[in-house]
């Protein structure tokens, strides 16, 4: 029985379910309906962690005295480990007890920076095409969203020029991911250098959010790389893709004091910290994980797996950037389509696999669609002889 008086908060009505979790009830009712559709559009990692990194959280769960609250801010390994994870791959030197915020995962991040730093009403800057949690985590707080355009004739990076060409009176954050999600654009520290200048000049916040930085990529940037981008800039790293455990939800921030205690002082009212022996195994993969681990794990099983995915796109007349990076492919679709996703409903209908639309991650996505290469390789060569026999 309906509730007849009671409405949701406005802000209920500003957004949408989830785009993947709407589809994917529907896909559900499709397998329960024997059709054994493959899954090639989400980013959730299909391989498991380090071996030694889940015996180590076993064992630490195994201990009587692992059970209890946390503190929020971390425990003292893991905000060790997160800065020697920055200084090993970055080159970047951070003080552990305060310029570091463990997280659990990024899209908590995103709701604590905003409630630290925008007030309802107050504008942020997303990129378009870019990640939907920017956009509606922002609309649910009262946020002024305004779109920021990424091309791909300028390699999916910011266009300057068109940004100090907008207004940005009440502006403070500017949202940014490098390597770029959903595009494949690649981290260029000549973007790099130009956003802590576009912050500092505009006394704008720019986050970025980096957890892409070590799939099909052969050099791991951070924008903490450059001078000065410390004072006005956060980021993201997580450990969901580069260490494979996304379920384990191990994100961390990374900026200055000062924007760690605004952070702290928001989570703190929100959450407790992480279970410790999730802590102490992440803590023990960031300082133990070899580097030919993270070779195999990211860069040659995702370059297999992409090969076949290039198929796919070749299949379905779509063209891409081979200097894309990450673990999916963005292609253009062909001109005979109307939008991407009369072509991704094509696709799943006719051939049984789920990919996803570029649509869902802003107007400029309209034209293109995303294969996720976080997938056996057998399925996803599963999924290309499919696509091939349906001709599509």
């Known amino acids: 029985m309906e509730p007849s008086n009671i409405v949701p908060a406005e802000r209920v009505r500003q957004v ?78 951070l003080d552990s007890e305060k310029e570091i915020q463990p997280l659990i995962g990024s899209k908590e991040g995103i709701l604590h920076v905003t409630l630290a730093f925008v007030n309802p009403g107050e504008k942020v800057l997303v990129p378009n095409p870019g990640y939907p949690t920017y956009t509606s985590l922002s609309m649910i707080l009262g946020a002024e969203v305004v779109n920021y355009n990424l091309r791909e004739d300028n390699g999916w990076q ?8 907008m207004n940005l009176d009440n502006v403070r954050l500017m949202w940014t991911n490098y390597p770029n999600m959903p595009t494949g654009g690649n981290a260029q520290m000549a973007t790099y250098k130009k956003l802590v200048e576009f912050a500092q000049r505009h006394n704008i916040v720019v986050v970025n959010d980096n957890p892409y930085s070590f799939i099909l990529n052969d050099t791991p940037m951070s924008l903490m790389q450059v001078d000065g981008a410390k004072d006005c800039c956060i980021e993201f790293n997580s450990m969901s893709k580069s260490h494979n455990m996304p379920g384990w939800r ?47 794990s990211n ?3 995702y370059r297999r797996r992409r090969d076949i ?30 939008n991407c996703e009369e072509l991704t409903e094509k696709v799943l209908h006719q051939a049984r696999v789920f990919i996803t639309p570029g649509m869902i991650f802003g107007s400029n996505g309209d034209r293109y669609i995303r294969i996720s290469l976080c997938a056996k390789d057998e399925k996803i060569a599963a999924a290309l002889e499919r696509i091939k026999a349906a001709g599509i």
Not at 159 to 164: A, H, K, N
Not at 309 to 337: H, N, T
């Open 309 to 338: 995915a290039e198929k796919i796109m070749d299949a379905l007349d779509c063209s891409y950037d081979k200097a894309q990076v990450g673990m999916f492919l963005w292609g253009k679709i062909p001109e005979r389509y109307s």
């Open 16 to 93: 949408q379910e989830y785009y993947f979790s709407r589809k994917l009830k529907e896909v559900a009712k499709m397998n329960a309906e024997g059709k054994d559709v493959i899954s090639l559009a989400i980013g959730s990692p299909d391989m498991p962690p380090s071996t030694h990194t889940v015996d180590k959280l076993c064992q630490i769960a195994r201990n009587p005295e692992s059970h209890g609250y946390q503190p929020t801010m971390g425990t003292k390994e893991l905000r060790t480990a997160m800065a020697f994870f920055y200084k090993k791959w970055y080159g970047v030197e």
């Open 158 to 165: 910011p266009d300057f020029d068109e940004l100090e060409r």
């Open 250 to 296: 191990v994100g961390m921030c990374v900026s200055n004091p000062t924007f760690i205690s605004w952070i702290l002082k928001i989570k703190s009212n929100i959450d407790s910290g992480t279970f410790r022996a999730v802590q102490l195994a992440a803590a023990h993969a960031l300082m133990n994980n070899s580097e030919e681990w993270h070779r195999v």
């Open 299 to 301: 860069v040659e099983t």
